[in-house]
């Protein structure tokens, strides 16, 4: 990138998004002693909850697992709800940022939009769209699962004569809204909780349903505020829990099958959960739930009776909770709701089915669908995002040899781990594309991802490395993995933003990592225990050294092929793979070898010694040791011939 200056800020790590990730890592890294730098696009912390002021907005993860663990946070902040709203949260997150002392390290009104990785210099070389350049070792990405707004491309949308907003774009001055005709597209948590407010205040109000809301009862609670109300016993239990439940919450799924108990039994059950409130009769259910189809329809057929009675129209309660099952109970984003379906029997509110009537288009008037016009004041498009990828790919992310993020991604997204890609080094991002993501609690994502990461950055100090990327074969079998977990449940059957299915042209497959919070978190911690599997280090600026990653496993060994090699050149790094996987079932020895040349302390020497004598073995022994019999072993003795090297002295990786 040519357009760094002598105003250019030089960082170990910049932070991009100020949600619940960026500001752990800010303050982790800090404590670290890392020279870091947070910027975000908007004029205050809070991360999404900074853009979303839409009428009814707030968190459907209640307190206390909604907040950082941090005991001198939650000791000295007091909420005045269960579930908080987007103001609140925003003063949440304007006390943290005056706790932790965030303030001075912070940029904002700051947008990220292009990243260039140097081979050469092992940075990354970053600018924003107002002329801000930042040259950083790390580039460490917080942009969350929903920070790219979607808007169907309807024809005539910009013909609209009334107000049209998106709930994320909504104005900073609180419209008007009282007596208004206001229409709602969308029913997803956003519009479940926008329809709940305008409802009241319209003269007449809309909601156009594509797809039924599985929509659960919130249960709020109200706390006075002067007092923290929660225990501390309460405190301890759930920052306690939440690494062991599937959602991050301090509650799991019922270990038993929905059928091992008898209808009375199971209706008991049922109404205990229900009458909990928050996610339990999603995330508390029973275990085979999300797995099996008879499973999941005796919780449908539940939920659908609850919801039923409580809707007096049978046309609508039939739009609203079928008798059939719309899609896989559980499988698209469950809601939390707080009289929406009561909404329904006022007599200033409709509810068109775009399945039946479809909308045709968007008039100056309002909205046209295949019945009628619809006329409006104001139309609220709560149509969602581009989840998880979009964020990250709207970015101008250039790695190694200028691949592009968003081409590398162009048919489906590889990570290791959640966190990373292969071509990316020193790249990292929370909340992200098979991760927990969106199947977790936000806040305890961050924190297990935060310090993965700062554990691995000061793993990277304390060795002399300049880079780490990961293993393109780790990442396959992190891709597999995802894709296995997703395969066990019903989540594939349903069309969802999960699967990446709202948005034209996008690759169907699940976006999120299904295996639950207590697994993720141990494979993050067996990861950093091993010494970081499935990553390459460097140091010394690239092709001049290269260190091995710690490989455990014959999967991740085979990668060892190209990791040792890479120096040669791709073209010719690729003709020795390809001679060497034509031969066959030798290649499992190459694979055993490497697998112990990566954790050898004698090889790793003669490697920093030698490394062309070790280059040069390699090659004879792939191209000619096969057909000679030679060991690896072998062929590496004759070629360092009278080298020295103490075989018991260590060497750091």
Not at 138 to 157: E, M, S, V
Not at 182 to 210: D, K, N, P, Y
Not at 437 to 448: I, K, Q, W
Request: charged share 25%; with cysteine; aromatic share 12%.
């Amino acid at each position: 990138m040519s357009h760094m200056t002598v105003n250019t800020t030089v960082l170990d790590a910049l932070i991009v998004g100020g949600g619940f990730g960026g500001i752990y890592q800010l303050k982790r890294l800090r404590e670290e002693g890392f020279n870091v730098k947070f910027v975000d696009m908007a004029s205050d912390y809070a991360g999404v909850w900074f853009w979303n002021r839409y009428p009814g907005a707030r968190v459907d993860s209640d307190i206390p697992h909604y907040e950082f663990s941090d005991p001198e946070l939650w000791r000295g902040w007091n909420w005045t709800q269960r579930f908080p709203g987007s103001a609140e949260l925003r003063k949440y997150f304007s006390y943290v940022a005056d706790k932790w002392e965030l303030r001075k390290d912070t940029l904002f009104n700051t947008y990220i939009s292009k990243a260039v990785w140097s081979q050469e210099a092992n940075r990354w070389e970053i600018e924003s769209k107002d002329g801000k350049t930042f040259v950083a070792r790390y580039l460490l990405l917080n942009t969350g699962f929903a920070a790219k707004r979607h808007t169907p491309d309807w024809k005539g949308i910009h013909k609209f004569g009334g107000l049209w907003i998106h709930p994320s774009f909504w104005p900073a001055k609180e419209p008007d809204l009282k007596g208004k005709k206001i229409a709602v597209i969308g029913t997803g948590s956003t519009g479940v909780q926008l329809s709940q407010e305008l409802s009241q205040v319209a003269s007449e109000f809309v909601l156009f349903q594509r797809t039924p809301n599985t929509a659960l009862p919130m249960k709020q609670v109200e706390y006075s505020g002067d007092t923290n109300e929660i225990s501390e016993d309460r405190y301890n239990q759930v920052f306690k829990g939440r690494n062991a439940s599937f959602g991050g919450f301090d509650y799991n799924f019922y270990p038993r099958d929905t059928f091992s108990d008898d209808p009375e039994t199971r209706r008991g059950f049922y109404e205990n959960l229900w009458s909990q409130g928050d996610f339990k009769f999603w995330l508390g259910n029973y275990r085979d739930m999300i797995f099996k189809e008879d499973a999941n329809r005796e919780a449908y057929n539940f939920w659908k009776d609850k919801v039923r009675s409580r809707v007096k129209d049978p046309r609508l309660q039939e739009i609203l909770a079928p008798e059939k099952k719309p899609y896989a109970f559980g499988c698209k984003r469950v809601s939390l709701e707080n009289g929406f379906y009561e909404i329904f029997n006022q007599s200033n509110v409709s509810l068109v089915d775009v399945n039946a009537t479809p909308i045709v288009e968007v008039t100056e008037r309002g909205i046209k669908t295949t019945e009628k016009e619809w006329e409006f004041d104001v139309v609220v498009c709560a149509t969602g995002f581009d989840a998880i990828t979009g964020g990250l790919k709207d970015i101008d992310i250039n790695g190694v040899s200028g691949l592009k993020l968003a081409d590398k991604w162009e048919i489906g997204a590889k990570t290791y781990l959640g966190m990373a890609v292969a071509g990316f080094p020193n790249m990292f991002f929370t909340y992200g594309p098979q991760a927990p993501t969106a199947l977790c609690n936000g806040p305890t994502c961050a924190e297990c991802q935060g310090e993965f990461i700062v554990n691995l950055m000061k793993h990277m100090y304390s060795h002399g490395l300049d880079s780490v990327e990961a293993c393109r074969d780790a990442e396959n079998e992190w891709v597999a993995k995802v894709r296995d977990f997703a395969n066990a449940t019903l989540l594939p059957s349903t069309k969802s933003w999960y699967m990446g299915d709202n948005i034209p042209g996008k690759p169907r497959e699940c976006l999120i990592y299904l295996g639950g919070v207590p697994t993720y978190t141990k494979t993050l911690q067996d990861c950093t225990e091993s010494g970081f599997e499935g990553r390459v280090f460097r140091n010394d600026g690239g092709n001049e050294a290269a260190k091995l990653v710690l490989i455990k496993t014959p999967f991740l060994a085979k990668n060892a092929v190209l990791d040792v090699m890479w120096p040669f050149g791709d073209r010719r790094r690729r003709g020795i793979r390809e001679k060497a996987e034509s031969t066959g079932a030798r290649l499992e020895e190459l694979v055993q070898v490497l697998g112990n040349l990566a954790t050898s302390s004698r090889a790793l020497n003669r490697w920093n010694k030698e490394k062309a004598a070790v280059q040069k073995a390699i090659l004879v022994y792939v191209v000619l040791g096969l057909k000679s019999g030679q060991s690896l072993m072998q062929i590496l003795d004759a070629q360092l011939g009278a080298l020295k090297v103490d075989d018991d002295a260590s060497t750091d990786i």
